[in-house]
């Protein structure tokens, strides 16, 4: 039994209430549940089918998602994905789960208000070690709530380097939408101030530039080899909390089909000691860069130097793409003076990550954490 407010706000008893994995049978109350939420401009669809939802590989034990609903009186009210994840601290193994698109018609009528907080705590019934990321920012309601329950809710860093400032001053529809910065903006643009930040910034990367060692070959691949398992066994525990970086893994993640996609492994002797991926990507109409041309540093792992070669041999690709603009979100102290040795500012981030408190914990013993646009829901709208 759970507690919903009635009509004329008062708390009233639901009895007639489940949360039940998602099945074919539901389909039609979750197109209606995702109608009532479209007509009051929630963009966001619940999955009407299991056949909608990853699939996982034959050899997993798990399956990779799993969806389930709320109803009420037999009508869905809510839903959620629980996406079963390996995270690694040291040397333990750690069976986790990712919690993705948690909806509730409680966003837009009164009497449910409690429904996001029922399909929390039964993801957390079915699963203590979670992890939620992205979110839209801190103050967005669903990381309000995660830390008023004690979760550890912090921003993923956001970092950016322009690359053509005539496009970006035209299209960063953030800074244009408020007209302080905008003004700001015009004004370094037209004064010639921003054009000679990013001519500064190549002139540095092309006196400094960082080689490829003599003993070291990096190759752009298809595909992310086998080899990187062992790749990921020796260095995991440099990285601290960190999700499952095998093969396996971010081929689910980050599949070969996706035509952003570019991956480039370091190798020595044969074997690899790192790799990236990043993306390159023709945006339309996108909320915060417009029409730009894009390109993202998404993901990778290896030793400190490796770390600073693979992401300036990744940008000098970027670059060579005509990308406008290059952002990346990493939480990785490594990952993050790579970065802004590349030229990267900080800039304000809607990226958010949050743990419960078993995860917290775990991090808070390994010291720090890899968290980037790879986990969680993967680079969707990049």
Known sequence: MAMVRSQNGRRADIVAQSIHELCAEDAESVAQFNERLARAGVTFRFPTSPADLVRSPESREE?????????????????YILKSERLFAGEAELAAGNYQLPLSEGIIARQYAMVGLQLLKDA?????????????????PLPQMLKRLSWDVSEVPFLFRIEDPSAFRREIRWLRQRNRLRLLL????????????????????????????????????????GEIDETFQRLRNRYGLVA???????????????????????SRN??????????????????QFGDMTLGCLIDGMASGDDV????ANACREIESCGCHL???????????????RQGFFKGPSNFVLALSPPLAEARSAAGC??????????PINL
Request: hydrophobic fraction near 40%.
């Open 186 to 225: 015009d004004t370094a643009y037209y004064s010639g101030m921003l054009s000679a930040v990013v001519r500064g910034g190549r002139l540095r990367r092309r006196l400094t530039r960082i080689k490829i060692p003599a003993d070291a070959s990096i190759d752009s691949v298809r595909s992310l080899p």
């Open 244 to 266: 499952d970086r095998s093969a396996e893994a971010m081929r689910l993640k980050l599949p070969i089909q996706d035509s952003r996609l570019r991956r480039l492994i370091l």
């Open 369 to 378: 954490a890899h968290f980037n646009r790879a986990d969680g829901d993967g």
């Open 326 to 340: 290059v952002v990346s979100n990493q939480t990785h102290p490594t990952w993050i003076t790579a970065l802004e």
């Open 63 to 79: 399956p990779y998602q799993r969806a389930y609903v709320l109803s009420v009186d037999s009508v869905v009210r809510g839903g």
């Open 270 to 287: 044969g074997r690899v000691d790192g790799w990236i991926v990043f993306s390159v990507s023709q945006l339309e109409n996108h909320t």
């Open 308 to 311: 600073h070669v693979l992401i």
């Open 124 to 140: 957390l019934r079915r699963q203590p070690r979670l992890y939620c990321l992205g979110m839209g920012g801190m103050s967005r």
